[in-house]
């Protein structure tokens, strides 16, 4: 059985630390955290370098919130909805998007049902006949152009 280092170190002056003054407090420490790798620690240079975002900060944090999007032609390739006299019902607040995107066409009157619709989403919904419910009214910059 191997022993413990602090028995191997009974019976020697300093434990294996050299001189008693260097072990008595913070003031032999050498620093602490990425201490000596700046301009003149010389032998940890090289790895800092190396290393991309060692120093400052990075990146930014959003406060926007992450949307859970939906595009048209998702919409009809799933076939999501329920069909009842030519109209296509779907309501994807309840499929828990948030927004409808503008990528594809509508080949069926849609009635869908969401919180959020980009301005050509409505456009090419509307174009095929259908409507869009639901949606928030938010200030768009056309109107705050006008005023």
Known sequence: MKRKKNSRYRGSKTH???????????????GSGRAGTGKRGDQTKPSVWDKKGYFGKRGFTSLAKDLNTINIIDIEMRKLGVEKDGKVTV???ALKYDKLLSRGNATKKYTIT???????AIEKIQKAGGEIVGIKKEKSQDSEQKA
């Open 91 to 93: 309501d994807l607040t």
């Open 16 to 30: 294996g630390c050299g001189s008693m003054k260097k072990r008595r407090g913070k003031g032999h420490k050498g």
């Open 114 to 120: 969401v919180n959020q619709a980009s301005a050509s």
